[in-house]
């Protein structure tokens, strides 16, 4: 670069050279050359010299020939100085030449060069072009059999969602029918049940018939005989002459109806005693059939839909099969008011000894057989006790059994719940692994208010009032709670348009909801209201969602980083997700489960992939959802 910049500065002082000897030294030659030609071409006459005769120069003579001196003299110094310029011009020119041929040649050798270059270049061209046109083939060699490879791929998913979809659909109709069966047999049993309560409630009630005939039998009996006592009495009384011996034997007859009256007393309060170990027994047996239907209820319940039994119909039967008998205290009454009416009429009764005889002889057959009853009744209490001892004895060793068996909530456990694919959350959820939003906002209407991170795990879920699917996913996380105690905190944030609304909520705690499974909600963690819904806005962009339902929840780790997300619904509990496994290994510092990437983002890439080559059928998703 250097040398053709000094290349063309020498060109340039070349160029400049010449022009100023062809302006000035031309003409200047071509002026002397003319008057060269001129002084030539006249030529000089032959005259012969003229004499030159002496005189006295005067003073004009003088001046003129000092003048014609020093014309002479300048002519010869021009004379001389043109030479000099003509040399100097001739050395100009020379040089010039020189130069001008040396640049002609370093340009023509420059020319060579330039020309040599673009020839490599040419050829350096055209083998790139080679180059590129090879690679340009290859990868449209490539490009046909990766259309290809995608064809038979869309071909291959095409037959495994149909081939999925019928077995999906096998399954369905087979899981139909055994729900079909499964409800059948259950209104078998339960129509069975229902007869055997029935017939014990028909047994019941006519035992309690007999019992109560059998007693009025009784009264009757006792009745009759003391009024015939009373009677005896009064003739007695009437027949005999000494009033001190009447008003004792009147004495020990008031004693003897007190003995009476207690030993009355006593037998009613063995019948009531009796009736209330039947009503015990009979209770227990109606408890233990109902216990029996709810048990084997409750499992269809949850995965069928089955209805339970209500809990209400065992207190409903014992108290329509077995009435209350009127209390002791009422029947001494009417027995006192009784004594009086016989104490007034008793004076005017008059009776043989003979018939007192046979009266007598009548109460100890009735007090043989008041006895032998008193005892059954007294044996069949005890075993009523007994039994009832025996099932206490069951239900306190199998209270103390979980407690010494108590697992370790940090176990692994023996299998983990499959999610349904509607319901799984991808490795690649947008919310994983992104900081959790701020829960300054929230209002808190229940416990002390969460702060995230500081080494805590937090767990939080989404509800409302107003959606009674999200109850169930309220328990759900309430059951976790109770697992995994302060191993973590927990966190119900509710979306209701209104704070009272929310508030509301806190009133259905500790109520049972048989329609969808929940015996007594509970919450043992805090609440709070998402005015203006801005938590939930905040996860919901952080998941890339356009909507982000009721009972999703989150795993926040202690670094304040959403580590999990899970969403749940009517139908679909905790119970059958992944989140309780996901909160154990991240206390325990395991590694957390991993379903892989989301395989319906694959195929829609897939499908833009055969788009973009436009020879691939799109192969629809059947409609199966995924």
Known sequence: MDNTAAMYAVGAAVVGGAATYFMFGSSNEKQSKKSEKTSNDVKPKSTPPAKVVQVDAGPNEKRRARKAMQ?????????????????????????????????????AKRHAAQQAEAA?????????????????????????????KAKKEAKERAAARAKLAEEQKAADTESAKRRAEKKKKQAEEHARRKREREE?????????????????????EAAAIRKAERDLE???????????????????????????????????????????????????EIATAVAEEKTSAAVPALTDGGDAAPASSAKFTIERAIPDEPEPEEEAEEDDSLVERVKSAGDYLRESESELHAMQIKIKNIKSRTDKISGH???????????????????????????????DPLAAPA???????????????????????????LEYIKGDPIKLGNGKVTLIQIFAKFA?????????????????????????????PAKEE?????????????????????????????????????????????????????????????????????????????????????????TLLNNGPNPKQADEEDEEEEMDVGDVDSDDDLGLGF
Do not use: C
Not at 123 to 141: H, P, T
Not at 254 to 264: G, M, S, V
Not at 379 to 406: C, I, M, W
């Open 120 to 148: 490599q270049r040419k050829k350096e061209r055209l083998e790139q072009m080679k180059a590129e046109e090879k690679e340009r083939a290859e990868r449209k060699a490539a490009r046909v059999a990766a259309e290809e």
């Open 71 to 107: 014309r002479e003299r300048r002519q010869a110094e021009e004379a001389a100085a043109e030479a000099a310029r003509k040399a100097a011009a001739e050395k100009e020119r020379i040089r010039i030449a020189r130069l001008d041929k040396e640049m002609r040649e370093a340009a």
């Open 234 to 284: 009064a003739m007695k009384r009437s027949k005999s002459a000494n009033w001190e011996q009447a008003a004792e034997a009147a004495g020990k007859a008031r004693d003897q109806k007190r003995k009476e009256k207690a030993e009355r007393q006593q037998r009613r309060i063995e019948k009531n005693s009796a009736r209330a170990a039947e009503k015990l027994k009979v209770e227990i």
């Open 377 to 407: 009744v007294l044996n069949l209490s005890t075993g009523v006790k007994d039994a009832d001892k025996q099932n206490k004895g069951k239900s306190k060793a199998e209270k103390k059994k979980p407690e010494a068996t108590k697992p």
């Open 502 to 590: 929310a508030e509301s909520f806190i009133k259905k705690i500790g109520t049972s909801m048989p329609e969808i499974y929940i015996d007594n909600l509970t919450v043992p963690y805090p609440l709070a209201w998402d005015q203006g819904k801005t938590v939930k806005e905040a996860f919901r962009k952080l998941s890339g969602l356009m909507a982000l339902g009721q009972s999703a929840t989150f795993l926040v780790d202690g670094n304040s980083v959403i580590v999990w997300r899970e969403q749940f619904g009517q139908g679909y509990p905790p119970a059958k997700g992944q989140l309780e496994e996901q909160l154990r290994r991240l206390l325990k510092g395991e």
């Open 200 to 220: 014990a409630e028909r047994r019941v009630r006519e035992a309690e018939e007999a019992r109560k005939a059998k007693i009025a039998e009784e009264e009757a």
């Open 415 to 441: 299998s983990v719940p499959t999610p349904s694919e509607a319901y799984t959350t991808y490795a690649d959820d947008a919310a994983l692994g992104k900081p959790a939003p701020s829960l300054d906002t």
């Open 468 to 496: 009674k699917g999200d109850y169930t996913t309220v328990q759900g996380v309430s059951d976790i709670a109770a697992k995994f105690g302060d191993r973590a905190q927990y966190l119900g944030i509710s979306i209701d």
